[in-house]
């Protein structure tokens, strides 16, 4: 495998660079799990859209810049190395447009990718329940057949930004008589102002208000806001999932860029001995993810599937933010809560890491069964 960049991609990177350093905020943005902030990140969107830098990847007819996978691995590097801004806009750019890419028809893609590209509508998943979790395929809301369309009836949880964001996509039941749970379901995007939706928040331990949870009571969804054909949805938001666990939803940029925070604090903070082989693995666990995402990135350009790999970056990077930020926060002391830095706040947030996508006690089950051939754990 050759790691060298060409001379247009390291081009690539210094325009990126160059944008990066004229636009990127100079004070921190208000958290975006805020209505302020919230509003202030979807502006930021905005910007980035702007000048085609919101969405590299994406063909350029709904504002991207065909740069292809490894140049957005390039533009992540720099954008997080750049401390810019967190994607309000993340679940629809990493979740949704990937799955309407592959899945979904030439008219929702025109309709639904450029204004999602520039922030103007922003996306939540609406796939757990209180019920079905881990175990999603035992969800129970459920998807009516109407004129010209579905009602939507049901509880979704745990929907990450849903207080303010606009619209949202989900999983539904829409044949409750499938033989297997995870047929006759149908794959639907809505709008969280539609008429018999009610969105509550949901306390999370940093208090911030953005979290919510979904009562959705006989929700007109029309056709044209199906995904793929109705009762195949499991299939697809399978391949969702895989983007959510691997490279889409955690580039290792985040990852390099927080290990290098690091290495300056434990410097700036006299290179403490006892910290020093921590910040050394923090270091080389985030190049080791680095790599293996090239080599991940490398196999999709040759036309295969994230497949279950994607569950061990799922499993890698979580623990790897969390080691990152346990370790800065050792450094800090008491110091770590009360002073003005933001570490407290990312660790809070890694500590969600080995929860979401999928917990890793699931994604250490489909490692042992689907990768290592080992026989199925006692459930
Ligand atoms: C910060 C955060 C953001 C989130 N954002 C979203 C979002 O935007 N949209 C959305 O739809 N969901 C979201 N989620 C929900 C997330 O996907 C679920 O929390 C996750 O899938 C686990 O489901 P659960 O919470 O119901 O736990 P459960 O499935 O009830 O699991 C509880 C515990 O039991 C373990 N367990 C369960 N089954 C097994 C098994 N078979 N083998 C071994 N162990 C098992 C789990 O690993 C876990 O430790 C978010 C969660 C968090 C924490």
């Avoid at 975006?32 to 990847?57: I, K, Q």
């Avoid at 691995?73 to 990937?98: C, H, K, M, S, T």
């Avoid at 006989?218 to 009762?231: K, M, N, R, Y």
Wanted: hydrophobic share 45%; net charge negative; with cysteine.
């Amino acid at each position: 495998m050759d790691l060298a960049f060409s001379p247009a991609d390291e081009a690539f990177r210094a325009e990126v660079r160059e944008w990066l350093h004229a636009h990127v905020p100079r004070a921190p943005l208000p958290s975006l799990e805020t209505e302020e902030g919230f509003a202030a990140h979807r502006a930021w969107e905005a910007e980035l859209a702007a000048d085609r830098w919101s969405v590299v990847n994406w063909p350029s007819r709904y504002g991207g810049r065909d740069s292809g996978l490894l140049r957005w691995l390039l533009f992540e590097e720099e954008y997080w190395a750049a401390d810019a801004p967190g994607r309000v806009g993340q679940n629809g750019i990493q979740l949704l447009a990937p799955t309407l890419l592959d899945h979904g028809t030439e008219e929702q893609r025109a309709r639904i990718l450029p204004p999602m590209a520039c922030g103007e509508v922003i996306w939540a998943q609406a796939w757990s329940e209180p019920e079905a979790g881990s175990d999603l395929a035992s969800l129970r809301a459920r998807a009516v057949r109407t004129d010209g369309g579905w009602l939507l009836t049901g509880q979704k949880t745990w929907s990450s930004r849903a207080a303010f964001a606009d619209r949202a996509f989900g999983l539904f039941r829409s044949d409750p008589d499938a033989a297997r749970p995870h047929q006759g379901l149908t794959y639907l995007m809505f709008s969280l102002r539609a008429p018999g939706v009610t969105v509550r928040p949901i306390a999370r331990l940093d208090g911030k208000p953005a979290f919510a949870e979904l009562f959705l009571d006989e929700v007109f969804v029309p056709d044209e806001d199906v995904i793929g054909e109705p009762g195949r949805g499991w299939r697809i938001a399978m391949a969702t999932a895989g983007n959510e666990r691997g490279l889409m939803l955690r580039s290792p940029g985040r990852f390099l860029a927080s290990a290098r925070r690091l290495e300056e604090l434990w410097r700036r903070l006299g290179r403490p001995a006892s910290a020093r082989d921590r910040v050394a693995d923090a270091l080389i666990g985030a190049r080791a993810y680095q790599l293996f995402t090239y080599a991940a990135a490398s196999r999709l350009l040759d036309g295969e599937e994230a497949g279950p790999e994607s569950s061990l970056n799922k499993v890698f990077w979580s623990e790897l933010d969390l080691a990152l930020h346990e370790t800065a926060l050792d450094l800090l002391g008491p110091e770590g809560e009360m002073a003005d830095t933001d570490w407290a706040e990312r660790y809070v947030f890694a500590l969600a890491g080995p929860l979401y996508a999928g917990t890793n006690e699931i994604q250490r089950d489909i490692i042992a069964e689907r990768l290592l051939g080992l026989p199925k754990g006692r459930r």
